[in-house]
């Protein structure tokens, strides 16, 4: 990255501010000589009328129009090549300058006035995350008491859409106090601990599970035993106690199943300590079980115990264990509810269906000549809720400090209440410290003493200490202080801290990061520098990866669809895989931004992140285990790059059909920067033909014999053309598959079904740029896109600046952004050098209002 | 704004509450009367085992369709209900587990990260804000309360059904304990006292903000004044007299195989609730799941639990008793119907009728059985939406929010009103 003069974005201000702000005569001459034909208020075309424009800039809306007027213009765009007589290039060049500087002056103006965005209160997650850091309670699991935020293109941090309403300030209040109620002592002394060991038949709730024996059965030294409960009584207390039978498990925790110990449910939420003995082992004729070839993955489920059927939340806990050939001992820590228990989750395993065909009964594929893949568990403990280190818990302290414990006074809606000596001494004092924990900066004292007004009123109407304070809190947590993020003034203090903090952690600024914010301190520069290194360092970057590829490349929306059971029988319930889709991208990402790599490892990339589910599904030699390793791509796998990555494909699909015009729009949205227009409402979706008869290109080929059409669709239709050659899950594919037509195939599905689809029409990849470059697949297109990394870090700028700010790029802010990538040009765009210059810029300090 | 904007509630109004809490020296209070278009009502009934599926829907579609079996009982109601066909909730499937999610439609219930989401009547009242006594009532038939319910919370916790009519009609019609009503009275005074506390805090916090923050804290300034007028509501309940009645107390039914005596009991329940105004929500969950070996008639005995009955699996001995106890079930509703109508309730007060499973023989969550009866539709007809493309029942649900006077475009699955259905 090119060292910046301490003065680069100045310079960038200065000279225009001489400039009015209305679009000059001679401009609007041209707008009328040249645009009219097509803008005026009888034709109106794309909605446009120019006819009666308001050129008065200060209007917020007509820069908006005329900003969009400029870019078409300056995109040579429009007027559309041979339609506009007389408009050459120099025609084109005085129409943008004259255009450029009034929407460059009254932007830049209504900037210095009114900030460059508004206030912006914190998102669902922002909200949950902000209290796991501040509480001390990272489990602590409030979101989705909050109403869904809106969003716009999959961002959910606009400043502009981020309402307030009376249910969102409901939400609010019953956040906080669960919250609140969470952080407090449970009672004098910690809950009791439970603590169980399950061996023989009770490492399961029946005897057999839904699929019958191939799902699952006991066994004794690798035999299936058909009466366990007759074995049992032949074993010595010690036998039992260490184990003599194990549990083999063949299938995946779906429903229907009761996977789960017998007779244990937790009576309190919590952490619960699981340690387990286990193997990986394969099924084979007899029911007889011998060891595994590779290592199996499991994972809990934690679930009501509501039998077969599922009733309340459904949730993976514990991560994913390798189980091994040799029978090892493993330990994890699972979280759940009051009245939870869990059940084992073998990954990646078939699934029992249900068939009517003879009856009713679950099915079960038949065996792989290897044999059916699965576990054999031997015993399971599980010890909880877990105590904290300390009592009372540290998320206590955050609340009463070292006031000792005592049994609730009478009247108490609390398990727990304090002593003191000097209520009303203690609970000013405590409500101040919490305050300015929870604020992120000094809260003014006359704001104080609204909230010790109300509860030295309480204290004195003879309520319970920690009733009042806990009242207090909560209404702080609501309050303006900690649920609005304000535009920082380009002065380096608390605020700025605080978007540096919700940018990378979604949360609020540490001890470290706050003390740099102080008066008298600088966060600007080196120390900036080193602080975004230091967060982008820390594991709760994590968060940043995930919400901004969620919201960004809209990542959160991977489990929209499923792939549909007739065309796509081998994915069936395959969870594993989706997981693992997720993960990829996750550390590719992370990778990107930690790595510093350049901005065209989103297109192409000569590495990626696997593990053994994904490394099949992009046919790479074999993998062991469940972790995601990096892994160097050979030189004719197509997966290489953001762009190709199989969450991307999948989430651009619908489960059932790919659609280049949805695969391109995306491209050129999220990756290229250029939103194309909304399609036409007149004109109904293509509805791609699932029976095989014909190709999705023939179909849109039809429709974009249309001038009107092909003009939007030759932007985008060609890159995605390009991914045909992925499916709805990112596998690669030749040639289309159908349901009536083609060369049959047939086979059975991981839930025993016998299935048959039909192999047609091929792929036809190649296509055309817009600029006249031709790709024959993805492999070149992904060179062509990857030749213009200007393009390429320009938007990405753009998604980041958004995400980061609230407010999209401004025109004012333009200037800056081809500042910085003049900045990180030599180096090659990396995307963490980009990071850097944007928190460096002034559309992230903030500018001093005038 | 520079001007603290709680001012909007008269002084003495706003002080009400407080004074509740505090001294419960109460003036009869006349209820300011809000309203002046009819009082629109919604009863929401789901059997987790369904019906049949070819007795169910007609034959034909349209305003002309011939009734179908189970549809003849009905038929004096013709012009006031519509059937539907098609309709099921876009990949919601995994059996039972299904029957959670009918009101929610929150998608693959048996799926690891699942949680359910906010039920259509939660929803409804969350919007409407509180009008009556009680926001809404949530019944059930044989109900398994732990597992089960129509009604959940936004972040998907279950909202237990009430099974005892005695309990519903004390709720309802006896006066409550004082202490208890005083702890309620003092839990209102102290989020009355939270709200005030947040309004003025906020008036100072925005003397630090520009111009254009100032517009968006408005709408904080809004919401604290909205809550405070649903806190005064609450309050006015608090202390207004339960309405008196001329019904009797209902007696308990605790015997499970008196399943359609409990099922009809629950709907004079609401009836109830709705005639005397307690509330204008009713979610019912009729628990088939959970219903044991029970009585179908006439001294006949089901040949199993209903659950096992309804895996029938083509047993013609099965299909004919299934027939029976469905067949009842519309008996049921046709009485409802009249009973609604003869109080003149009906045109203002949508029935819906369904269930999460659409072929309990074989765990099928496509093709619901779904039929919606009053609410001033244009009602008589058959809607027969093509099953394949699973239009979402939760489209119906949009369409039925709208009636209610909710302002909202979409619901859960439901992205718009349902096509065709007025």
């Known amino acids: 990255m090119k060292p910046l003069p301490a003065n680069a974005f100045l310079c960038l201000v200065a000279p225009v501010m001489l400039g009015g702000q209305v679009v000059p005569r001679e401009t609007l001459a041209l707008v009328e000589q040249h645009c009219l034909d097509c803008h005026d208020e009888d034709v109106r075309k794309g909605d446009l009328d120019l006819s009666i424009p308001d050129s008065k800039l200060a209007d917020g809306k007509a820069r908006d129009l005329w900003a969009k007027v400029f870019d078409r213009v300056d995109k040579g765009e429009m007027p559309p090549p041979g339609k506009a007589k007389g408009f050459g290039e120099g025609e084109r060049k005085r129409l943008v300058q004259g255009l450029w500087e009034p929407l460059w002056v009254s932007d830049r103006k209504d900037v210095l006035e009114n900030g460059r965005g508004p206030v912006r209160r914190l998102t669902r997650e922002e909200f949950e995350d902000n209290l796991r850091d501040l509480l001390l309670l990272p489990n602590l699991d409030i979101r989705d008491k909050l109403p869904a935020d809106r969003e716009s293109h999959g961002f959910t941090k606009i400043s502009g859409m981020l309402d307030v309403s009376r249910v969102q300030l409901a939400g609010w209040l019953d956040a906080a106090e669960t919250a609140l109620r969470e952080a407090l002592a449970t009672g004098v002394e910690p809950l009791p601990v439970q603590k169980m060991r399950f061996t023989g038949t009770d490492l399961f709730q029946g005897l057999t599970t839904f699929g019958g024996r191939e799902a699952m059965f006991f066994a004794r030294e690798n035999v299936m035993v058909p009466d366990p409960t007759e074995v049992l009584k032949t074993l010595s207390p010690e036998e039992r106690r260490v184990g003599a039978l194990e549990a083999a498990i063949f299938r995946s925790a779906t429903w229907p199943y009761f996977g789960y110990p017998r007779g244990f449910r937790a009576k309190y939420g919590g952490e619960y300590k699981v340690r387990f003995e286990a193997r990986a082992v394969r099924q084979v004729p007899d029911f007889r079980l011998v060891p595994a070839y590779e290592p199996q993955a499991i994972s809990f489920r934690a679930r009501q115990p509501s039998g077969p059927d599922v009733s309340g939340d459904v949730r993976e806990t514990g991560g994913w264990m390798d189980l091994l050939p040799e029978p090892k001992v493993f330990n994890t820590t699972i979280l759940l509810k009051a009245g939870e228990t869990f059940e084992y989750s073998l990954l990646g395993l078939p699934v029992p269906f249900i068939r009517t065909d003879s009856g009713f009964y679950y099915d079960f594929p038949p065996m792989p000549p290897e044999g059916h893949r699965g576990a054999a568990i031997r015993w399971l403990e599980i010890e909880g809720p877990v105590r904290p280190e300390s009592w009372p818990p540290p998320s206590h302290k955050v609340l009463f400090g070292d006031l000792p414990l005592c049994p609730p006074p009478k009247g108490s809606q609390f398990p727990v209440g304090v002593v003191s000596k000097d209520p009303e001494g203690d609970s000013v004092r405590l409500f101040k410290a919490f305050a300015s924990r929870m604020a992120r900066e000094d809260v003014p004292e006359g704001s104080l003493e609204v909230f010790t007004k109300m509860i030295l009123g309480k204290l004195q109407a003879g309520e319970p200490l920690v009733d009042t304070l806990v009242h207090g809190y909560q209404a702080f947590l609501c309050s303006g202080h900690v649920v609005y993020l304000k535009e920082p003034r380009g002065d380096g203090g608390m605020d700025l801290a605080s978007r540096l903090s919700f940018l990378l952690w979604n949360s609020t600024p540490d001890a470290q990061l706050r003390k740099l914010a102080q008066p008298g301190e600088s966060l600007k520069g080196e120390t900036l520098a080193r602080e975004i290194a230091r967060l982008v360092a820390d594991e709760k970057f994590e968060r940043f990866v995930q919400n901004f590829t969620g919201q960004w490349l809209e990542l959160k929306q991977l489990r929209r669809d499923t792939p549909d059971g007739r065309l796509y029988p081998e994915y069936r319930k395959d969870d594993y895989l989706v997981d693992s889709m997720e993960k990829e991208t996750h550390a590719f990402f992370s990778e990107m931004v930690r790595g510093n790599l350049p901005v065209t490892t989103l297109v192409d990339a000569g590495f990626t992140y696997v593990n053994d589910r994904l490394a099949r599904h992009y046919d790479l030699p074999r993998k062991e285990g469940s972790g995601m390793r990096k892994v160097k791509l050979p030189g004719w796998s197509p997966y290489g790059g953001l762009l190709t990555q199989a969450s991307i494909l999948k989430l651009t699909a619908n489960g059932t059909t790919t659609s280049p015009v949805l695969r391109g729009v995306w491209v050129m949205e999220k990756i290229l920067g250029e939103l194309p227009p909304a399609p036409p409402t007149t004109v109904p979706a293509i509805e791609p033909d699932i029976r095989g008869a014909t190709t999705i290109r023939s179909q849109l080929a039809k429709h974009t014999e249309v001038e009107s059409c092909a003009n939007c669709h030759k932007r985008f239709d060609p890159v995605g053309f390009a991914l045909e050659n992925f499916d709805v899950m990112g596998s690669w594919r030749d040639r289309y598959r159908g349901l009536d037509l083609g060369e049959k195939i047939t086979g059975y599905d991981p839930a025993g079904h016998p299935y048959a689809y039909f192999v047609g029409h091929a792929v036809e990849p190649s296509g055309k740029l817009m600029d006249g470059r031709e790709f024959k697949d993805i492999r070149e297109l992904k060179k062509l896109l990857a030749s213009n990394p200007r393009k390429l870090a320009k938007n990405f700028l753009h998604q980041l600046a958004l995400y980061a700010t609230g407010t999209r790029v401004r025109i004012s802010d333009r200037p800056v952004i081809e500042s910085i990538l003049d900045q990180c040009e030599p180096d090659g765009y990396r995307v963490a050098d980009l990071l850097h210059a944007l928190v460096q810029s002034p559309v992230f300090l903030g500018v001093q209002p005038q | ?422």
């Not at chain 2, 009400?16 to 009819?38: I, V």
């Not at chain 2, 936004?154 to 009430?162: K, T």
């Not at chain 2, 895996?311 to 469905?326: P, Y």
Request: with cysteine.
């Open chain 2, 1 to 422: 704004m520079n001007v603290p904007r709680l001012s909007i509630l008269p002084h003495s109004r706003k002080r009400f509450l407080r004074g509740l809490g505090a001294a419960l020296a109460l003036p009869s209070l006349e209820l300011f009367s809000r309203e002046t278009t009819p009082k629109k009502r919604m009863l929401l009934v789901s059997n987790n085992l369904g019906v049949l599926p070819w007795p169910f829907f007609p034959k034909e579609s349209g305003r002309d369709y011939t009734p179908s079996p189970y549809l003849k009982p009905l038929q004096d109601f013709r012009d006031q209900f519509t059937v539907f066909s098609g309709l099921s909730h876009p990949a919601v499937s995994g059996g039972h587990s299904t029957e959670n999610c009918f009101l929610t439609a929150a998608k693959d219930p048996t799926g690891s990260g699942f949680r359910n989401t906010i039920s259509l009547d939660q929803y409804a009242i969350e919007k409407l804000g509180q009008s009556t006594r009680f926001p809404t009532l949530n019944l059930g038939v044989n109900i398994d309360k732990a597992n089960r319910s129509l009604s959940w919370t936004r972040d998907g916790s279950l909202l237990p059904a009430e099974d005892k009519p005695s309990t519903l009609f004390s709720k309802m019609f006896v006066q409550g304990n004082a202490r208890e009503k005083e702890q309620r009275l003092l839990k209102l005074a102290n989020r009355e006292s939270l709200l005030d506390a947040l309004g003025e805090d906020l008036s100072r916090f925005q003397i630090q903000l520009g111009k254009r923050d100032k517009e968006k804290l408005d709408q904080y300034f809004t919401s604290i004044r909205e809550l405070e007028g649903q806190l005064l509501s609450a309050g006015e309940w608090e202390v207004k007299p339960k309405p008196s009645t001329q019904s009797v107390p209902p007696a308990d039914i605790l015997d499970r195989a008196k399943f359609f005596e409990k099922f009809e009991l629950m709907l004079r329940m609401a009836e109830l609730a709705f005639e005397s105004d307690s509330t204008r929500i009713v979610t019912l969950m009729v628990d088939g799941f959970a219903t044991p070996v029970f009585e179908v008639g006439g001294g006949e005995k089901s040949l199993n639990g209903y659950h096992n009955l309804s895996h029938h699996g083509q047993s013609k001995a099965k299909i004919a008793q299934l027939e029976k106890v469905d067949l009842r079930q519309m008996a049921l509703l046709r009485d409802h119907f009249q009973r609604l109508s003869d109080s003149k309730l009906l045109d203002d007060t949508m029935v819906l009728y369904g269930s999460n499973l659409g072929d309990a023989n074989v765990h099928n969550c496509t093709n619901l059985p779904i039929l919606l009866a009053g609410g001033r539709f244009q009602h008589g007809q058959h809607l027969a939406y093509n099953g394949n493309r699973n239009t979402p029942l939760a489209n119906l649900f949009v369409s039925m929010l709208q009636k209610l006077g909710v302002e909202a475009d979409r619901f859960s699955s439901g992205e718009g009103t349902l096509d065709g259905f007025a």
